[in-house]
């Protein structure tokens, strides 16, 4: 009884170490998540809808650790900066910017990001700095708005600097003397927490690092290490949007959109110029921010919807429905395309209602401008289309005054109208040609 009684010990003692054994496997949790935003280029509106739909996605996914801004960019427009900053402030995770691969830089508002970034790190051989305000075309600004720009430029670092731990005398240096900092002086000055080769070995490095997040309102400490990384690619309205909205492209949109403008009122009828034009405008006032992206989207969409209408009534030989079908994609595109959130139209749906549209569109002016020329081709062959509808028609005298046989009556389209020859006396049965009209007689010869 007692052998029996140790056996049936020994297999439960089995099974319960079996069993403590397989606890962690089935509550392991798997690897954090980071979700990567890589810009590359400057930072114009396209970016900042970019990196804020990769802060809501992240947001999204309990898994999630943190995000991480790639940077590499010469600088862009403070007020796509502000933005981006914004998305930072309001983020529950902890956004983490590194700056490579080597030669790779941030730049005047890159610096502005780096600074506001709850932690950072660079690739050997990368630098930031020289943030010192200039005007959109690079060239320097003048007189008071100078002041006013620079000063503004270093309360906002100075402000983020303090929030984030870093100097700000250096931040400051930054603005005010467009001070430049090679990695190894950005990690010897604080300014980043880690000198690493890859993005990996930056999380790696940062693993443990203890930040203040203002989404959640207290500190959080990084889980980085071996972190599953997510990279989450521009979508194609913020791909078109970034080219568009660098500051050389944009400057040119707006010059071709108002030449376009200027050609178009100084020769009436044209109508592809005025139709480029003011798409160009348009799309220069979103990349320059002057027009928020989804109502510069919503101007297009609403414009592509005009030109189509305007296709049915005017003749434009295409123009119209060509400028049409552009404005309406790219208004489609960038009213919901840039949050892509969960308004997001897929484009299963979208691209085949802009063919269908569009197809019926271009049949319309097809068939509009074959009816055009067929109303020519028959007008030429009567000889008409002049003033009044009549000039250059043949009709057929039908009755001569006796007394002044200059004057008649002639038959035109089946119409009876009064006539008085240029040429001498009528005779009943000849042929006329109309030169002129004058009220209800026509000048016949």
């Keep these: 009884m007692k052998s029996w009684l140790g056996l049936f010990g020994w297999v439960w003692l089995a099974v319960a170490c079996d069993a403590l054994a397989s ?25 900042a809808a970019y990196f804020d739909n990769v802060v809501d996605r992240a947001a999204t996914d309990s898994q999630a650790s943190g995000v991480m801004l790639v940077l590499d960019t010469p600088g862009g427009l403070l007020a796509s900066t502000r933005k981006m900053i914004q998305s930072i402030s309001r983020s529950r995770l902890p956004v ?11 730049t005047s508002a890159g610096a502005i990001l780096l600074v506001a970034s709850h932690a950072a790190g660079m690739s050997p051989g990368s630098n930031v700095g020289a943030a010192h305000p200039v005007g959109s075309g ?7 708005m100078k002041e006013k720009s620079v000063n503004d430029t270093v309360a906002l670092v100075k402000s983020l600097a303090e929030e984030r731990g870093r100097p700000a005398s250096v931040a400051e240096a930054m603005v005010r003397e467009s001070r430049s900092l090679t990695a190894h002086e950005a990690l010897d000055q604080k300014i980043i927490q880690s000198l690493s080769e890859t993005p990996a070995q930056f999380l790696d490095a940062v693993d443990g690092l203890k930040v203040r997040v203002e989404g959640t309102g207290g500190e959080v400490i990084l889980k980085t290490r071996g972190a599953h990384l997510i990279e989450i690619p521009m979508t194609l309205g913020q791909k078109l949007l970034h ?8 400057t040119l949109l707006m010059s071709l959109g108002g030449l376009l403008i200027y050609v178009e009122v100084a020769n009436p009828g044209i109508t592809i110029a005025g139709v480029l034009g003011a798409i160009c405008l348009i799309t220069g006032f979103m990349s320059f921010q002057l027009l928020p992206i989804r109502t510069g989207g919503l101007l297009l969409f609403a414009l592509g919807l005009l030109m189509f209408i305007l296709e049915a009534v005017v003749t434009s030989h295409g123009a119209l429905a060509v400028g049409g079908i552009l404005s309406l994609v790219l208004g489609i595109v960038w009213i919901m395309d840039p949050a892509a959130g969960a308004l997001r139209i897929e484009p299963q749906v979208w691209i ?3 063919l269908v549209l569009s197809s019926c569109v271009l049949l319309i002016s097809f068939a509009a401008s074959r ?7 028959v007008l030429k062959k009567m000889k008409g289309g002049g003033l009044a509808g009549l000039k250059g028609y043949e009709g057929t005298v039908e009755w001569v005054d006796p007394v002044h046989p200059e004057r008649g009556r002639i038959l035109i389209r089946g119409e009876g109208w009064t006539a008085v020859s240029l040429a001498g006396a009528l ?19």
Excluded at 25 to 36: G, H, L
Excluded at 96 to 106: E, I, R
Aim: hydrophobic content about 40%; cysteine-free.
């Design 243 to 250: 080219f568009l909205a660098d500051p050389n492209v944009a």
């Design 352 to 354: 085949p209602t802009i």
């Design 23 to 47: 606890v962690p496997a089935k509550t392991q949790t798997r690897a954090s998540t980071i979700y990567v935003a890589t810009i590359r280029g400057s930072i114009n509106p396209g970016a």
């Design 138 to 144: 690079g060239e320097d600004i003048k007189g008071a």
């Design 371 to 377: 009816t055009q020329k067929l109303v020519e081709k």
């Design 427 to 445: 005779i009943v049965g000849q042929k006329v040609e109309v030169e002129r009209v004058e009220g209800f007689t026509v000048w016949v010869k």
């Design 96 to 106: 983490l910017l590194y700056v490579g691969p080597s030669g790779a830089s941030a």
